[in-house]
Each structure stands twice: as structure tokens, then as C-alpha cells.
């Protein structure tokens, strides 16, 4: 009998020419992105993963390791990732330049260039641990790994950049008065001169969530959703914002400017954001309802290329946080329940089913959203799809088939082989 990963990707190459020629021409340049996290014992397969991919346009994933067994299982696949390097090895790579060399040639070498790795990760949300050693040590370790992949002619293929908390600002709110905590500004000061000069994105972990859980009586539920709500104007640069999420990344923007050159030019990515689907009886929020509307209408923006109110002509790339519900997370139970799909590979939620409502704008002086002519913004469904009674999952008019199904496809896979065969 046919393994289950097994049938996967024989019905889904078998479908792919017809199912998927189409729609991956299209989808294969949108800028979503997931993260890929695996604290769990009940995960599928890394081969079984791709067609959930699929089904929601990514094109990016992000990864806690360097997995031999997920980066083997995506090679030749065209999907972008950016892979990370534990906390526990920085401080000796920053001593020791030449373990990073062997670090690069242990775990990322032997995937190049069949599995498109673009970014690794030094570390995660390193500058807001209390770990001094390792804050000390994180910039140089980055240049350690920068200088190991010059040696090896990937320097022009691979970024070297690291995750933060969005803890490392003293001031988020107004957007224009974002600030640095002062005492991690050295250390912030160093990492954007390598970022400049190496042309690697800073990235951010920005929760809107933590701010609605924290004090729901007065954060806005809408504005943190991306609905249609009243919005804050930014007294200072008179930016109109209708969403918590770009007011953070304007924040981190406005601190960068303030401690880099005034002809400086660093990229902002989010590296993870999401809403949980369930939470334990004080987190506030944390409903399948609201992650539907938090993700659905994240996915829906993201897909439109645009930027954020202070800087509108630059796409904002964005990582979804998660891909699935991860059951041995520790803490409270909104960790666990953060993921877009169930381990078998069914929605924790049904995403298709987002209200139409959605942005009327994104912020910024004119920039509008995408309106159809009847006067609402499109539907996070139209962007990522409907699942059906049929047990499809409908992306851009082009029909994905989802492991829900995978049983009957299965034997579908089978018989036409068979048949192929035969004739």
C-alpha cells in the first residue's frame, strides 16, 4: 500500500498541469509568506505540506532551523526561504569565524541550489532576551555568517539579518514619535550599518493581538482587524491609520531614521503576525472568528502590493504566523492555537468565509484599497479561496485539492496510473 505522503504527491503532480498551471503562474509573485513552525509531535509530513502552501498563494516560508528533512522536501519547488540559526550557537560564532564556516557548509550548502534559500535568521528576538552575552554577541555572529557565505559565493544569493521583538521600541505611538529603548540603541545602531551595507531587511515580530488582549475596553477590536473603523490620525505627520499593524511597522520605521543616516535605506519586513483561534478564559480576543477576520483580511492586503501610510509606494512583505496549531508550544493556550490549519491539514477555521467588508483604505493620504464597483472592498475570499462542500479549496478560479480529499484522490492517483500503465 501506498505510503499517505506518498499518494500527495502523486495525485498532486498528476493534478498539477491541469489544476495548477494557471493559478502558480499568477500566484507564484505574491508576497505572502508563512512560518513554518514544527514545536509538535503530530505534524504531517514536510512532502505533504506544499499543496496547503498552494492553496493560499505562498510563496515564502519561513523556518526556526535549517530542517534537512523540510529543505530536502522543497527543493525544486521555486518556494523562497529564509531558514534560521539557533540562539545557543551565536555566542560561538561570534568567537569563532570558522564554525560559522562550517555552520554554512553543514546546513545550508548541501540544499543550494535545488532549495531556494534566500535569508538566515541569526537568533530570534535576541535584543529583548536578558541574555547579555548573547545580545553582545548577535551582530557579530551576523558577520561571522555574512563573511561565510562571501567565502563561498552565496553572499549575493543569501541575506544574513535577525528577528525582533517589537519590545525594542520605547516609544510605538504616534507612529512618528516611534523610538529605540535607549539602551539597546548601540546594539541597534551596529546591526543597521551591517543591514545597510549588506542590503538585508529588518525584520519585525508585530502582534496587534498582544495590544487587544492587553486592554480590550480600549483598543479598538475593528482597528486591530483591519475592518472598517474610525482610524487615528497621526498629529505629527497627519497620516491617517485604519490599522494597528502598519502603525507599528511606521513606528519601527520613524526609530530607524532616528539613529541611521539621513540617506539610509533599510528595508522593513514582518516577520510573524496572527491572531489565535482559542485562548484560555482571560485572553481576550482569541476566537476563531476574530483570527478569520485578522488573517483573511492580512492575506487580502498583503496580496495588493501595498505599502504602509508612511511609505505607500513600498509593498510591505509580510510572514503569517502560523501554518499549523503547534500542540507542545508552551504557555498560555493562544500558543498553540495560532495556525491556519489543523495538523491533518483542514482549517482551524474556515478562512473562505471572511465578510467582504474589509479596508476602504490603507492608510496614508489617498491610498485607497481595491474596490469593486459595487463599493465594498474585495472579499478576503476572492483573494484565498473557498472551501467547498466538495472538499476544494478555490484560490484565483483555479481549484487546489486539499488532504481532506486525499483519501479518494488516492485511489483516483492509482487508477490513472494503472491505466497509464497499461496503455
Same mark, same amino acid.
Given at each position: 500500500?501506498?505510503?499517505?505522503?506518498?499518494?500527495?504527491?502523486?495525485?498532486?503532480?498528476?493534478?498539477?498541469?491541469?489544476?495548477?498551471?494557471?493559478?502558480?503562474?499568477?500566484?507564484?509573485?505574491?508576497?505572502?509568506?508563512?512560518?513554518?513552525?514544527?514545536?509538535? *509531535?503530530?505534524?504531517?509530513?514536510?512532502?505533504?505540506?506544499?499543496?496547503?502552501?498552494?492553496?493560499?498563494?505562498?510563496?515564502?516560508?519561513?523556518?526556526?532551523?535549517?530542517?534537512?528533512? $523540510?529543505?530536502?522536501?522543497? =527543493?525544486?519547488?521555486?518556494?523562497?526561504? /529564509?531558514?534560521?540559526?539557533?540562539? %545557543?550557537?551565536?555566542?560561538?560564532?561570534?568567537?569563532?569565524?570558522?564554525?560559522?564556516?562550517?555552520? !554554512?557548509?553543514?546546513?545550508?550548502?548541501?540544499?543550494?541550489?535545488?532549495?531556494?534559500?534566500?535569508?538566515?535568521?541569526?537568533?530570534? +528576538?535576541?535584543?529583548?532576551? *536578558?541574555?547579555?552575552?548573547?545580545?553582545?554577541?548577535?551582530?557579530?555572529?551576523? $558577520?561571522?555568517? %555574512?563573511? =561565510?557565505?562571501?567565502?563561498?559565493?552565496?553572499?549575493?544569493?543569501?541575506?544574513?539579518?535577525?528577528?525582533? &521583538?517589537?519590545?525594542?521600541? +520605547?516609544?510605538?505611538?504616534?507612529?512618528?514619535?516611534?523610538?529605540?529603548?535607549?539602551?539597546?540603541?548601540?546594539?541597534?545602531? %551596529?546591526?543597521?550599518?551591517?543591514?545597510?551595507?549588506?542590503?538585508?531587511?529588518?525584520?519585525? #515580530?508585530?502582534?496587534?493581538?498582544?495590544?487587544?488582549?492587553?486592554?480590550?475596553?480600549?483598543?479598538?477590536?475593528?482597528?486591530?482587524?483591519?475592518?472598517? #473603523?474610525?482610524?487615528? $490620525?497621526?498629529?505629527?505627520?497627519?497620516?491617517?491609520?485604519?490599522?494597528?499593524?502598519? =502603525?507599528? $511597522?511606521?513606528?519601527?520605521?520613524?526609530?530607524?531614521?532616528?539613529?541611521?543616516? &539621513?540617506?539610509?535605506?533599510?528595508?522593513?519586513?514582518? &516577520?510573524?503576525?496572527?491572531?489565535?483561534?482559542?485562548?484560555? *478564559?482571560? +485572553?481576550?480576543?482569541?476566537?476563531?472568528? *476574530?483570527?478569520?477576520?485578522?488573517?483573511?483580511?492580512?492575506?487580502?492586503? /498583503?496580496?495588493?502590493?501595498?505599502?504602509?501610510?508612511?511609505?505607500?509606494?513600498?509593498?510591505?512583505?509580510?510572514?503569517?504566523?502560523?501554518?499549523?496549531?503547534?500542540?507542545?508550544?508552551?504557555?498560555?493556550?493562544?500558543?498553540?492555537?495560532?495556525?491556519?490549519? %489543523?495538523?491533518?491539514? @483542514?482549517?482551524?477555521? #474556515?478562512?473562505?468565509? !471572511?465578510?467582504?467588508?474589509?479596508?476602504?483604505? @490603507?492608510?496614508?493620504?489617498?491610498?485607497?484599497?481595491?474596490?469593486?464597483?459595487?463599493?465594498?472592498?474585495?472579499?478576503?475570499?476572492?483573494? /484565498?479561496?473557498?472551501?467547498?462542500?466538495?472538499?476544494?479549496?478555490?484560490?484565483?478560479?483555479?481549484?487546489?485539492?486539499?488532504?481532506?480529499?486525499? +483519501?479518494?484522490?488516492?485511489?483516483?492517483?492509482?487508477?490513472?496510473?494503472?491505466?497509464?500503465?497499461?496503455?
Amino acid at each position: 500500500m501506498l505510503h499517505y505522503s506518498t499518494l500527495l504527491l502523486l495525485t498532486f503532480s498528476i493534478f498539477s498541469s491541469q489544476t495548477l498551471s494557471t493559478s502558480l503562474s499568477t500566484n507564484f509573485t505574491s508576497p505572502i509568506g508563512i512560518n513554518y513552525g514544527q514545536v509538535a *509531535n503530530n505534524l504531517p509530513p514536510p512532502a505533504s505540506v506544499l499543496p496547503l502552501l498552494h492553496s493560499l498563494s505562498v510563496t515564502r516560508v519561513k523556518l526556526y532551523d535549517t530542517d534537512p528533512r $523540510v529543505l530536502s522536501a522543497f =527543493a525544486n519547488t521555486g518556494i523562497e526561504f /529564509i531558514v534560521g540559526l539557533p540562539d %545557543q550557537l551565536v555566542p560561538r560564532l561570534a568567537r569563532d569565524p570558522s564554525a560559522a564556516s562550517s555552520w !554554512v557548509r553543514s546546513s545550508i550548502l548541501p540544499h543550494m541550489p535545488a532549495t531556494k534559500i534566500t535569508a538566515i535568521t541569526v537568533g530570534n +528576538e535576541v535584543l529583548t532576551g *536578558n541574555d547579555t552575552t548573547l545580545i553582545r554577541s548577535l551582530v557579530p555572529a551576523m $558577520v561571522s555568517v %555574512q563573511s =561565510a557565505l562571501t567565502a563561498l559565493g552565496l553572499d549575493g544569493k543569501i541575506m544574513v539579518t535577525t528577528a525582533h &521583538s517589537l519590545a525594542v521600541l +520605547e516609544t510605538s505611538f504616534p507612529p512618528s514619535g516611534g523610538a529605540f529603548r535607549k539602551e539597546l540603541v548601540p546594539y541597534l545602531s %551596529q546591526l543597521l550599518t551591517f543591514l545597510q551595507k549588506t542590503g538585508s531587511p529588518f525584520l519585525i #515580530n508585530a502582534y496587534p493581538y498582544f495590544a487587544y488582549k492587553a486592554d480590550p475596553k480600549s483598543v479598538s477590536l475593528n482597528y486591530v482587524l483591519f475592518e472598517p #473603523n474610525a482610524g487615528v $490620525v497621526d498629529s505629527s505627520s497627519g497620516l491617517r491609520y485604519d490599522n494597528m499593524l502598519h =502603525a507599528q $511597522v511606521d513606528a519601527v520605521r520613524t526609530a530607524i531614521r532616528k539613529v541611521t543616516p &539621513s540617506n539610509a535605506k533599510v528595508e522593513i519586513r514582518v &516577520s510573524e503576525t496572527g491572531w489565535p483561534s482559542k485562548g484560555d *478564559n482571560d +485572553e481576550a480576543g482569541a476566537t476563531p472568528e *476574530n483570527a478569520q477576520r485578522y488573517n483573511g483580511n492580512l492575506l487580502r492586503i /498583503i496580496s495588493q502590493n501595498k505599502g504602509t501610510p508612511a511609505a505607500p509606494g513600498e509593498p510591505l512583505q509580510v510572514y503569517v504566523f502560523a501554518l499549523f496549531n503547534e500542540n507542545l508550544k508552551p504557555g498560555p493556550s493562544s500558543e498553540r492555537h495560532y495556525g491556519l490549519f %489543523q495538523p491533518d491539514g @483542514t482549517p482551524a477555521y #474556515n478562512l473562505g468565509t !471572511v465578510s467582504g467588508s474589509g479596508l476602504g483604505t @490603507t492608510g496614508g493620504k489617498g491610498n485607497s484599497g481595491n474596490v469593486r464597483s459595487g463599493g465594498t472592498a474585495e472579499s478576503p475570499a476572492a483573494q /484565498i479561496g473557498l472551501v467547498s462542500s466538495t472538499g476544494y479549496y478555490s484560490t484565483s478560479g483555479s481549484k487546489i485539492l486539499m488532504p481532506f480529499c486525499l +483519501e479518494k484522490l488516492g485511489v483516483l492517483a492509482v487508477v490513472l496510473l494503472l491505466g497509464w500503465y497499461s496503455f
